[in-house]
Structure formats: structure tokens, C-alpha cells
């Protein structure tokens, strides 16, 4: 195929400059305010019309997955160094598991529409989380092999908690000690004992 006129290079470059603009002031507005903020409201900051914005980023999920995709990288990184320099089990689970709750923290609100990407699978989040919720899977199982974590857990049940854990972090009663708790309650769910401790039963937890 010949190249585009000049026309039609103009146009792409254009709108490219004026998606990744909005991003950057959606980035902007998300971190201060919260994801709930209006997204006419964001238009109106990068100076385009409402038409534009959901021409680009047809919804809030449309939105919030490309802002996501930008840290998807550092937390690759993450993922890759825990891999490579952490050879205990129990505590790359740890890692990766607190990895993924800075990334959901990375705007207030943000927890609730990745729980609900879960059950929704046309939201464009979906595919992100079911992606870091294989990864998890991947961590807790060679945690289950080596005993370091309970064979009943599942990645999909740790990535909810991190988000639970993450929303949990900005809720009023919350304070500085909040975090750490909170991580420490999820952590002694999946956790076996170690064999210098006195032994549990590691069984599922009693169902009705």
C-alpha cells in the first residue's frame, strides 16, 4: 500500500497528540481527585470537547485501562526482579502480592471498578486483572509446592484481597498502621506455618 497523504498524516499525529494530552491531564486529575471525578470535567482541563474525550476513551474503564497500561512496565519489573532475585517461595509471594497493591493504589477508588472487572467481561480491565491474577497464580504455586502457602488458597481469591486490602487503606478509620496490618492479615491466610512453629490445621476453612 502507498503512503498516507499528507492530510491524513496530519490527522493521525493529531490525534495521537490529543490522546496522549488527555491522558496526561487524566493522570493529573485521577490522582487528585479520585476516579470518580466527571469525565466532562476532564475534557474541559485538556480543553477538548466531551466528543473527543469518548472518541479516544469511549468510558471511565477505557480511561483507567490505558492510564493503567503505563505502569504496566514497572510492575513487569517488578515481577521479573522478584523472579530472578528472590529464591525463598513464601517471601516472592510477599513481594509480588505488596507489587500489586501500590499498583492498585495508584488512584483512590480504583479497587472497586478492578473487583468489578471480574464479573465483567466486556470492561477493559478485565483482561489486565484475569493477566495479574495468572502471575499470582503462578507465585502462590510455587509457594504450595514448597509448603510456604496453604494448598487450599487461590491466586484469584489473593489478587481480591490486595484490592480489598487497597480499598481498605484510604477508608476513614484507616491510619498510618492500617497498611501494614492489613498485609499481615492477608498474609497469615495464605501462609503455612514453618516447621519451627506450632503446626495448624491446613485444611479449606469451615463452609456451612
Same mark, same amino acid.
Given at each position: ?16 497528540? $490529543? ?21 466532562? #470535567? ?5 480543553? !477538548? ?9 469511549? $468510558? ?8 493503567? %497500561? ?9 515481577? !521479573? ?13 510477599? %513481594?509480588?502480592? %505488596? ?21 465483567? $467481561? ?21 509457594? %504450595? ?7 487450599? !488458597? ?26 501494614? #496490618? ?27
Amino acid at each position: 500500500m502507498g503512503e498516507a497523504a499528507p492530510g491524513e498524516r496530519r490527522q493521525r499525529t493529531d490525534k495521537q497528540r $490529543n490522546r496522549t494530552h488527555i491522558l496526561e491531564v487524566a493522570q493529573r486529575f485521577f490522582a487528585e481527585q479520585g476516579i470518580s471525578g466527571s469525565m466532562d #470535567a476532564i475534557a474541559k482541563q485538556a480543553g !477538548v470537547g466531551p466528543g473527543t474525550l469518548y472518541r479516544h476513551f469511549p $468510558n471511565r474503564e477505557a480511561l483507567l485501562a490505558a492510564l493503567l %497500561q503505563a505502569r504496566e512496565e514497572e510492575l513487569e519489573a517488578r515481577r !521479573v526482579a522478584i523472579k530472578h532475585e528472590v529464591t525463598d517461595s513464601r517471601t516472592a509471594l510477599a %513481594q509480588w502480592l %505488596q507489587a500489586l497493591s501500590e499498583w492498585a493504589t495508584a488512584f483512590d477508588g480504583l479497587p472497586e471498578p478492578l473487583r468489578a472487572a471480574l464479573t465483567e $467481561n466486556t470492561s477493559p480491565l478485565a483482561l489486565t486483572c484475569q493477566g495479574y491474577i495468572t502471575i499470582t497464580d503462578e507465585f502462590l504455586h510455587a509457594a %504450595q509446592r514448597d509448603g510456604s502457602a496453604k494448598p487450599w !488458597v487461590r491466586g484469584r481469591d489473593l489478587f481480591l484481597s490486595t484490592l480489598a486490602t487497597a480499598w481498605a487503606r484510604s477508608a476513614a478509620l484507616a491510619d498510618e498502621s492500617s497498611p501494614d #496490618a492489613l498485609s499481615a492479615l492477608v498474609r497469615s491466610g495464605w501462609e503455612a506455618p514453618t516447621k519451627e512453629a506450632t503446626p495448624h490445621s491446613d485444611t479449606s476453612p469451615s463452609r456451612p
